[in-house]
Structure formats: C-alpha cells, structure tokens
C-alpha cells in the first residue's frame, strides 16, 4: 500500500535505479568532444551558436499530522541544464541533486533516499529534412501526454507536482514524418533487456490517433491505441494490452478523459481501468502491479484550475479509488513573486480509513507543503 510520505512529498515517487558509472563516464566524455568540436567548428562559420546554462533551485518545506503527532520535512532539489541548438542539431543536458534536510528533524524509514546526483537527460537532437534521430539519454513518450498515460514508460505518480519530468533513458530514437500531422516514432534501447517500440500517429477530423507496440523489458510488453480531439469539450481516450513474451500474462488497461474551458477555469476527468488491479480491499497487495498506476481496478482523476490574473492560480486535484471509495484531495495555490521566483502552497487530505488505499490511519490526517521555486 502507498504509503504518506511516498506520495505527499515533493519527488518521492521514482522507479530507483540507479545511474551507471561507466555510462555516466562515457556521456561526459561525449558532452566534453561535442563541446570542443562545436568550438572548432565556430573559428570557420560565422554563424554563433552559444552554449546556454540554466539552472534551478526548488526547496520543499512539508508539514503533516499523522494521529497525534506533527512531523517535518525540508526537501531542496537544484537542477543544472545545459542547452545548446543550431540549424542542424540540438544538445541538451539535465543533472539534479536532492538534499533531504527532514532527517533533522524526524527519520522516515518508509522513504527511498533519492539517487543524487541524477542524470535526467543527456542527448544530442539531429534534424534532417527526411527524419530527425535522437542519441542518448532522452525522455520516450508514445499515447496522450498527461497525468494517467497507460504507455507511459515508468507509471509514476508526484501527487504533488503532477508535471514534473520523468528520467529519460538511454536510446537511439528516430522520428519519421509522413505528413504534417502525422509520422512514425521508433526507438531503440541499452536500459533493459531488448527494449524498443514504434509508434505511427495521424490526425483526421481534428483527432489525433496512433498505434503503439513497446517491449519495456523482457516479459514486459504492450500494444494498444489512443486518440484525442474536441467535439465541444475535450476527448481522450486510451486501450492498451500487456503480455509477456510468451503470452501467458495478459491483461487489459484503459483510460477515458474528458476537459473544459471556460473563460478563467479548466476542468478536466479521466476515468483509469486496470484488469488485474484488486476489486475488493481484502485483495489489496503491498505492491503495485507491474507496469500499472496503482494496486485497485478502477480509478477517476479530476482536476480543477482557476487563472485569477497573471500572478495568482488556485485549484484543486483529487484522485479517487472506486474500489474503496478513498480518495486524496489536493487543494493548491500558485503565485509568481517576480519573473523567477515562485510559490506553491497545497494540502493533501486523505479520506480513507482502515484498510482503504487512500487512509488517514496510513497516510496521515492531513498535509501541508509550502514550495519555493527559484529559475536561473
């Protein structure tokens, strides 16, 4: 069962493997020629292409009750980005480190500490006019981008940051065009086990559809298709059939989502179907199954957000077990202090008691995080 910590602070939720050292050796020692063959390359053209650094610091202060007691918690990521992009190519390099300071204040045994520092992206981008290929480490998307995507490659959920990047992996990746809205997706993959996948992908009648086939890792394998459009109100939906190498595991996996706009407020629900997810809480484990979002069968996400000005946005995100009927609700506020510093204030309010997914009794009365991003 998730646990509190796990789900409510700020990056808790990762697949946990860990970067390789001689991987690692070998992309710095790529990043180290890329860099000084570009400068060579800028002593004959007259054109610049500088090489741009950002970065990042994004500190998490976390409070929450569990019975009687209150526990803290003080989470500090900062993120170092180097990009660089000319006609012909784009260079792109992502590395964090994560300092948890809670363990000052009270020890959570149920958290995995964080790999740090971590490589989350490290890739060079070559665009031709017949296809663009990709080398290195870089993040893979097939289906409909978003907070439940049944072809996801790691299904992960950071309840309190539902955007935040996913680690890319390390593969060969070629994009193919086949018309202007349209093409194949393909990659090829040292991570795990004969890991690749194709996508081909259309838009008709203002939808966009696609195909997917991906073999995640031996006896993990997945085929399915999704579409998304506007008839009225936004529509999205996904089906996805996972099996293993010998077709003895199968199961079914599904998503169906609805949005709208009006003027300030966007509203948005999708319902997440797992075949072999656990349809009572006497079979619940302690465990998620494998390539799933969570232990039950059925799920509903919604989300509310409301744009006040350019400064202030609130609203609130609620993930729901339809098994045992729990739910987290995640009221939230967001407020730009200057053009790079902002503030996120949410409270994560579990429902749930006894043995439901979603319990105060495991999870905690309630949470509150205070979070102050800094762009540089």
Known sequence: MLKFPKILSQN???SGK?????????????????????????????????????????????AFKVGDNYQFMNLLETRLILRQKTDKLRFYFDLRGYWDFGDTFTKFEDIPQLPSPQLMRLFWRFYKPEFTWTFGKTYINFGNAGTL?????????????????????????????????SGIKTYLSGDSEGQTGICIFDNKFNFDYGAVLNRKNKDVNITGVYFKG???????????????DDFVDKFHEATLGFDYSYKSAVFSASFYYNEIGASNVNDYSSTIPNDTYFIAKNYMFNSLMIIYDEFLSFGLNNFINLVDGSSIIIPFADYTISNKLYLNAQIGIATGTDGDEFSKDTLGDFSILLRLDYKF
């Not at 004959?44 to 292409?49: D, G, I, L, Q």
């Not at 959920?157 to 809205?181: C, H, Q, R, W």
């Open 12 to 14: 808790k939720i990762y």
């Open 18 to 62: 860990r970067m390789e050292k001689k991987l690692f050796t070998i992309l710095i020692i790529l990043l180290f020629f890329s860099i000084l063959s570009r400068a060579e390359d800028e002593s004959v053209k007259p054109k610049h292409y500088p090489l741009r650094f950002t970065g990042r610091l994004r500190d998490d202060f976390i």
């Open 149 to 181: 995507n049944i072809f996801e490659m790691e299904k992960e959920v950071n309840m309190t940051d539902l955007s935040y990047d996913k680690a890319g992996i390390f593969s060969l990746v070629f994009d193919i065009p086949l018309g202007e809205m």
């Open 230 to 244: 506007d008839i009225e109100i936004g529509i999205n939906g996904s089906w996805g059939y996972h099996f293993d």
